[in-house]
Every structure is written in structure tokens, then in C-alpha cells.
């Protein structure tokens, strides 16, 4: 069975870190593009980061750049997203996604999503 | 506010069609595929239609997706109460170098 199981979420205090993981399983890992998306509790969908098959490709929305990091370890079918500065508007449940395709960018649709995991950000 | 402009509701009875606009602009529907998501009340969402009008195995044919210009719709034929959810759109941004989604549109099920 295709599966994304997120975790790492939590309550954090504002300007500390948090770390986030995605196991995969059911798919051959290694030749997709892999997301995060992120959903604040009533709104849309936000998408906060891509990373493509090899790493080699990596893209962050503007509310993210520079305080989150993308990462994914193929020998273990998992993604990572490190967050750090964290602040209340970053409060949402965060979600993993599988890509169509290899590469981040054009072309890609979010396929398979798992069930997401809370980060709420508050003092 | 979001990249991608869609109607915040919708409505329809069953068995009837309705469909849902969304609006971007040249660097992303205007360049890009188009894809929509279904979101159910409190769970995932569900890729509904990729490149533009391609439907995922498993999605009815009552789904359908059209794109023109800078504008796209998604078409939903023969309503069901269980089509009551929120569907966004969404599309990779050339400005942006990311993918940006429509604010969401809640399809009520009269």
C-alpha cells in the first residue's frame, strides 16, 4: 500500500526549532519530487517546499525561505523538514505529498498525501 | 490573499453540473498545467485532475478539467451529496519558482 505517515509536530514556543519527518512506503522512493504542504487550521493550502528525486532540485515559498529546510534521505524513504524561527503564522498542519514526477518544478502534481502532522506555535 | 483566485462557494443539487473557475495569470496557468485537488471534511486531499483535464485511475469521469488562457474550471457532472467538499486549484508559479494553489472553493450539496 502506497503510504506517507508525517511526524515531528508539537507545540513550540516562537524563534525555537522543530523537525519534521515523512516515512514513505509502497512506492519506489528514490524516483519521485516530495513536498510540503501546510494548511493553517480554516484556511487553504499553503505549498511550503519541494525537494526532486536526487536532491539536486530544491524550492521554498517566500514565507519560508530562509528559516526552513528541505531534506530527504533516499536509503531511508523519508523526508525532513527542518524549521527553524519558527513563528505563530507558521501554526498549521503540515503535510506531506508525493510528486508525479522526479523534479520539483513545472509539470509535478501532489499524487499522494499523508495525513499530516500539527505544529502550533505559541508562547 | 492567494495567487490564484476561485469562488469561496459553490453550490448545486443533485444531479446537476457545476463548475468552479479559477483564475491566475501568464507566469502560472497561462504557462503552466493546472491541477485540482478534493478535500472531504477533515481529511487529505486528493489529486482530481492533473495537466490540465487528465484524471488520477479511480476518479469518475463526472470530473472534468478545462483550461483557457489564464483561466481554468473544474466541471463536476451528475452531483452527488458526497462531492460536497473543497476543491482548489492549483499550478506551478514561473515568478514565484513554486507551486501556488487557489484560496479554496466549498461545494454545497443542496
Known amino acids: 500500500e502506497v503510504q506517507l505517515v508525517e511526524s515531528g509536530g508539537g507545540l513550540v514556543q516562537p524563534g525555537r526549532s522543530l523537525r519534521l519527518s515523512c516515512a514513505a512506503s509502497?512506492?519506489?522512493?528514490?524516483?519521485?519530487?516530495m513536498h510540503w504542504v501546510r494548511q493553517a487550521p480554516g484556511k487553504g493550502l499553503e505549498w511550503v517546499s519541494g525537494?526532486?528525486?536526487?536532491?539536486?532540485?530544491?524550492g521554498y515559498a517566500d514565507s519560508v525561505k530562509g528559516r526552513f529546510t528541505i531534506s530527504r534521505d533516499n536509503a531511508k524513504n523519508s523526508l525532513y523538514l527542518q524549521m527553524n524561527s519558527l513563528r505563530a503564522e507558521d501554526t498549521a498542519l503540515y503535510y506531506c505529498?508525493?510528486?508525479?514526477?522526479?523534479?520539483?518544478?513545472?509539470?509535478?502534481?501532489?499524487?499522494?498525501w499523508g495525513q499530516g502532522t500539527m505544529v502550533t506555535v505559541s508562547s | 490573499q492567494s495567487v490564484l483566485t476561485q469562488p469561496p462557494s459553490a453550490s448545486g443539487t443533485p444531479g446537476q453540473r457545476v463548475t468552479i473557475s479559477c483564475s491566475g495569470s501568464?507566469?502560472?496557468?497561462?504557462?503552466?498545467?493546472v491541477y485540482w485537488y478534493q478535500q472531504l471534511p477533515g481529511t487529505a486531499p486528493k489529486l482530481l485532475i492533473y495537466?490540465?483535464?487528465q484524471r488520477p485511475s479511480g476518479v469518475p469521469d463526472r470530473f472534468s478539467g478545462s483550461k483557457s488562457g489564464t483561466s481554468a474550471s473544474l466541471a463536476i457532472s451528475g452531483l452527488r451529496s458526497e462531492d460536497e467538499a473543497d476543491y482548489y486549484c492549483?499550478?506551478?508559479?514561473?515568478?514565484?519558482?513554486?507551486?501556488?494553489f487557489g484560496g479554496g472553493t466549498k461545494l454545497t450539496v443542496l
Open positions: 509502497g512506492f519506489t522512493f528514490d524516483d519521485y519530487a
Open positions: 492549483a499550478a506551478w508559479d514561473d515568478s514565484l519558482s513554486g507551486h501556488v
Open positions: 525537494i526532486s528525486w536526487n536532491s539536486g532540485s530544491i
Open positions: 495537466r490540465n483535464n
Open positions: 505529498a508525493k510528486d508525479m514526477v522526479g523534479y520539483q518544478g513545472a509539470g509535478g502534481a501532489f499524487d499522494i
Open positions: 501568464s507566469s502560472n496557468i497561462g504557462s503552466n498545467y
